[in-house]
């Protein structure tokens, strides 16, 4: 079985501490458990596949598509990812937890409940104004849905699916070099607080 | 792992924003959302009273037409007791009044819209359309969908009452909210009557009795509670009998017929007794059998109707019969979605007349008659979702609407008799399917013979998981019908198309006679 392959040497006249590559006893350890966490996301991927792609047939080939993307990279941790991968692999983790966020949160505009918004549908999968003779609007609001009909609950396995992906991020984070690591935890808190900021003028104005 | 402090508390900033933003967002839409009112709340099964629906009277007849008017209005009722439920009604009348006609003598049923502009909770124009199912209906009396009577408008529905005798329902069919008008209560049974029923030696008058079973929920403040489970349907935690609560009705020691409709949005049933006794099936959906069929169960998928009777004779006195229900696979169940209703049997004195069920009940019944030898052609009806819709061969309403009322799955001259072979290949959704117009016999259900109750002529049939159902029908009218599920979330959704019968003439359009604004005027 290979270890984590890690950057050999630092660039010439680059900041040697700053380009320091993570290192030490652990690191092979650190790399397969953000593999086996990877590989849990996507097996909760899979499993909700299925349904997915009754409601929506896209929604569930991009849910497959996910799933055999993480369990490429669990198995790449797993081997000994190579070091110029780590940062791809940050990138795929942080978007899908970004995906999720705004899908529980604002919706996305791809959902087929939303699809028709840009139609003036009135967000329904039916043409909504296409009732000859017919005053008013006759689709039914559900209280608590209305035009957020698009953002999902949050369940049971999204928790267990996105506690995997934040563990498999903040160990792959702790895999790149210092200086990146530094840049991406920057970009992350400032993703973060922008999320509390924009969270906190929705909720208290 | 190598990350320091501040490492840990950037990430923990960002992990505990994607961990609690979209929890907060699921909570607080519950919180807005309608709160379910409690089981604890429910009442007790078996503590409220049976009562049957008025039956409605014409305001007006002539020499061969029965005139009656309906009004469709808001009421406030005690369904839950303590609560008011803001419910919509025939009449203002949940369940609507029973109609009650003769063969052969047409009916003009002016249904009026006096709804309001708004529902109350769920904010949709309550558009309607009166469909009295299990008539051969010209296509503009038939409640085309899309054929629509908004508030503050009138139409008169013709109704030839031609066919054979049979338990009917009128019920709402307006385009995209069919499922909450008939939740809101615009059901009502029609009892059509002909001389051969009235000549058999069964079941009449007080123990001829309509059970129209739906069922439902409700929210905190006593209104209906509206979840349609990502649109594949809705299910109460409350089992309804004309309204009433599981109720509990008094029966003599005698034969009693009960003619039960499902109506219910997208609850099928499995009945049986508690006693274990059996029930005679005497009729379905387009009347009575050609031979009554005694069962222990059977099950009664929305919009079918059955007529049974039970035999409360060998009974004694104080003994309480229960109608249980045990759940078709693919419904949503509750604590007591598993009983309906009870029968106490009491000692009063009864009428010995008409108390038996003959072995021949209607063996000529012509739908009955047809075998698929007389077919001239066999079509077929995928049933499926299709990217988050209900379709049929792949199409919905929409499709129909955009292709202005013109596309049809099935276009069968006037007279043709043809195989509809109805197949649903998924296994976690059941479809009862209604064809508009026709009567039809089931000839095989995943090619074996139907079930014992199902063997008499029908206009709804169950197709359930991973089923496909055979039927064989003479299409005897003209013009466009629909075809449907009857899972009114699913027909909302838009599990819903049309055929079309061709003849040379006289062929009516379904929007051939709009309906007109108030005030009325008496031009029929």
Redesign the interface.
């Known amino acids: 079985m290979s270890t984590t392959a890690l950057p050999s040497s630092s660039s010439p006249g680059t900041d040697t501490a700053a380009d320091a590559v993570s290192t030490g006893p652990g690191l092979a350890a650190q790399a397969r458990a953000a593999g086996a966490l990877s590989c849990i996301a996507a097996l909760v991927h899979l499993a909700v596949a299925p349904e997915h792609f009754a409601e929506w047939a896209p929604a569930g080939v991009f849910l497959i598509v996910v799933a055999a993307g993480q369990l490429w990279l669990a198995q790449a941790l797993w081997r000994g990812l190579s070091a110029r991968l780590v940062p791809a692999a940050v990138l795929l983790t942080a978007g899908l937890v970004g995906l999720y966020v705004a899908s529980r949160t604002i919706g996305l505009p791809v959902h087929p409940d939303t699809a028709g918004q840009g139609l003036g549908l009135g967000g329904s999968h039916h043409g909504g104004s296409q009732v000859p003779g017919g005053h008013g609007n006759g689709m039914p609001i559900v209280p608590g849905s209305g035009a957020e009909a698009a953002v999902e609950t949050v369940g049971t396995l999204d928790l267990v699916c996105v506690v995997a992906e934040l563990g498999a991020l903040a160990l792959l984070v702790g895999m790149l070099p210092v200086r990146q690591r530094r840049s991406v935890g920057n970009l992350l808190l400032a993703v973060g607080l922008c999320g509390w900021v924009v969270w906190g003028l929705v909720r208290f104005t | 792992?190598?990350?320091s402090r501040?490492?840990?508390m950037?990430?923990g900033?960002?992990?505990?924003?994607?961990?609690a933003?979209?929890?907060?967002?699921?909570v607080s839409?519950?919180s807005?959302?309608?709160g379910r009112l409690a089981s604890s709340r429910l009442p007790r099964p078996f503590t409220m009273q049976f009562r049957t629906p008025p039956v409605l009277r014409p305001y007006r007849t002539d020499a061969t037409t029965d005139f009656y008017k309906v009004y469709m209005k808001p009421l406030q009722a005690e369904v839950v007791p303590g609560l008011q439920t803001p419910l919509w009604g025939y009449n203002g009348l949940v369940p609507g009044p029973t109609v009650k006609v003769a063969q052969g003598r047409r009916t003009v049923m002016r249904q009026v819209n006096n709804l309001p502009?708004?529902?109350p909770?769920?904010?949709?124009?309550?558009?309607t359309s009166v469909h009295l199912h299990g008539s051969p209906s010209l296509p503009q009396y038939d409640g085309y969908a899309?054929d629509?009577t908004?508030?503050g408008q009138y139409k008169d529905y013709v109704y030839p009452n031609t066919q054979t005798g049979r338990t009917l329902w009128y019920h709402d069919h307006?385009?995209?909210?069919t499922a909450?008008n008939v939740l809101m209560g615009l059901a009502a049974q029609y009892q059509l009557v002909d001389p051969l029923e009235q000549a058999l030696p069964i079941p009449k008058g007080e123990f001829d009795v309509p059970l129209l079973v739906s069922d439902a929920m409700f929210a905190s403040d006593g209104s209906l509670y509206?979840?349609?489970h990502?649109e594949s349907g809705m299910f109460g935690d409350v089992v309804l009998v004309n309204g009433v609560p599981w109720p509990v009705m008094k029966v003599k020691r005698r034969k009693y017929r009960f003619r039960i409709l499902n109506a219910s949005i997208s609850r099928s049933y499995q009945w049986s007794l508690d006693s274990g006794d059996p029930m005679t099936v005497i009729a379905t959906d387009a009347g009575l059998m050609p031979q009554p069929q005694t069962v222990q169960r059977f099950r009664h998928g929305a919009a079918e109707r059955y007529e049974v009777v039970i035999d409360f004779g060998k009974m004694p006195v104080g003994r309480r019969v229960v109608l249980r229900n045990t759940s078709p696979k693919n419904n949503i169940d509750y604590a007591n979605t598993n009983k309906v209703m009870a029968f106490d049997v009491v000692a009063d004195d009864f009428d010995r007349a008409n108390n038996t069920v003959p072995d021949a009940l209607n063996p000529t019944n012509p739908a009955m008659l047809l075998t698929a030898a007389d077919a001239v052609r066999t079509r077929r009806l995928d049933l499926k979702?299709k990217?988050?819709?209900w379709t049929i061969n792949g199409h919905t309403w929409?499709d129909v609407?955009?292709s202005k009322f013109s596309l049809v799955e099935a276009s069968p001259r006037e007279g043709d008799v043809e195989i509809w072979e109805i197949r649903n290949s998924s296994g976690?959704w059941f479809h009862p399917v209604h064809i508009h117009l026709i009567d039809f016999r089931i000839l095989d259900r995943n090619g074996k013979p139907p079930m014992p109750h199902e063997l008499g002529p029908k206009d709804v049939v169950y197709v359930g998981e991973n089923e496909t159902v055979r039927v064989v029908a003479r299409f005897e009218g003209r013009g466009k019908y629909m075809i449907h599920c009857h899972n009114l979330v699913h027909e909302d959704?838009?599990m819903m198309s049309q055929f079309e019968v061709l003849a040379d003439h006289d062929v009516s359009d379904p929007?051939s006679d709009?309906?007109k604004s108030l005030p009325e005027i008496d031009d029929v």
């Not at chain 2, 900033?13 to 961990?19: F, K, M, R, S, W």
């Not at chain 2, 909770?121 to 558009?127: A, D, E, G």
């Open positions: 792992m190598s990350l501040r490492d840990l950037k990430l900033v960002v992990g505990g924003a994607a961990l933003l979209p929890l907060e967002r699921t839409a519950k807005s959302a309608q502009g708004k529902h909770v769920l904010s949709y124009t309550p558009w899309s629509i908004n508030p307006g385009l995209h909210h909450e509206f979840d349609n990502s979702r990217h988050g819709m929409d609407v955009k976690g959704h838009d929007m709009p309906c």
